[in-house]
């Protein structure tokens, strides 16, 4: 059966239950991540709920397709060529947030931005970090997300994951092995759906003015005005790799359309028109040099997708 009559069949089974306004073909994920780069989906579909999820993961298991499952696209590169298997997006359907005593539950698609705004005007205190990281509550479990030294792991209660088989599994945050940027939700394959955050009562203007002064650190240091997926690099053991390439003289280095930040060289950044092939070629350009000049190796922080 050739790939072209098996899309169809899927997409034929996945109107049963799915809108066709949420089942889009050659959908192009430059519309989709911070980047604001990558080609063509050969499918790209909006689930809303969990029985949409299971349904889906479970139809395309049965087809021996391939899917990645899309948070906010805000830490992800796909590649010029696109990506041939099936993208499925949560973000803007599966993000209720809802609060019971001091504890926030929220589903996969729920940005990270709004819990914190939501934990504040409960006047819990403890999430304040997070309330300036590009992204959702379901990526910021897979990678154990951090910033300002606190991380996702420090207020984690528990997460509700989907396995690939279909399975819902509650998973206590003590089981979830969550170090720098990694967890079992990563290295397993989990779907998140939903994560339960564990606050404390604290003062809601307090709370506010610390969120008040990380915005004013991040917007000061961090390029915020050109498309990006965040730092581009993970924390090297007793380096920063922002440092590193600003001392390897790489700041404002340029390719394509693709630029390190003159502001935080920490940052890859498209000042216009770059290709996600510019990216990834100055990612390199930029791990060649620190490696040759310092002996250091970087590794990428942002996921990359798709057929280089």
Do not use: W
């Not at 087809?63 to 973000?91: F, H, K, P």
Request: aromatic residues 6%; proline residues 3%.
């Amino acid at each position: 059966m050739t790939g072209e009559i098996l899309k169809q069949e899927i997409i034929t089974e996945l109107k049963q239950y799915l809108p066709t306004e949420r089942i889009l073909e050659q959908e192009p994920m430059s519309r989709h991540t911070t980047f604001r780069v990558g080609g063509p989906a050969r499918l790209f579909l909006e689930i809303a709920t969990q029985e949409e999820l299971k349904s889906t993961i479970q139809l395309l298991n049965d087809a021996g397709e391939t899917y990645y499952l899309l948070g906010n696209g805000s830490n992800l590169l796909v590649s010029d060529s696109g990506y041939r298997g099936v993208i499925i997006q949560m973000d803007r359907n599966m993000e209720e947030i809802r609060l019971d005593g001091e504890e926030i539950h929220a589903c996969a698609g729920a940005l990270l931005s709004s819990v914190a705004v939501a934990a504040r005007n409960a006047s819990l205190t403890g999430f304040e970090f997070a309330g300036g990281i590009p992204g959702t509550i379901g990526g910021a479990a897979v990678m154990n997300a951090g910033a300002y030294g606190g991380e996702l792991k420090d207020v984690l209660k528990e997460v509700t994951v989907m396995t690939r088989e279909g399975e819902i599994l509650t998973i206590p945050a003590d089981k979830l092995e969550m170090g720098y940027r990694t967890s079992i939700i990563k290295t397993a394959g989990y779907l998140v759906l939903e994560a339960v955050i564990s606050l404390k009562k604290g003062d809601e203007e307090k709370i506010r003015a610390v969120m008040k002064e990380l915005s004013e650190r991040r917007t000061e240091k961090q390029p915020l005005d050109y498309p990006s997926a965040g730092s581009t690099f993970k924390r090297p053991e007793g380096y920063f790799a922002g440092k590193l390439i600003s001392d390897a003289g790489l700041k404002g280095k340029t390719i394509g359309g693709a630029q390190v930040s003159e502001k935080h060289a920490g940052f890859i950044v498209n000042i216009g028109g770059a290709s996600t092939k510019d990216i990834l070629d100055l990612i390199a350009f930029c791990q060649k040099t620190v490696q040759e000049q310092f002996g250091v190796t970087l590794e990428t922080e942002v996921k990359i997708v798709g057929e280089r």
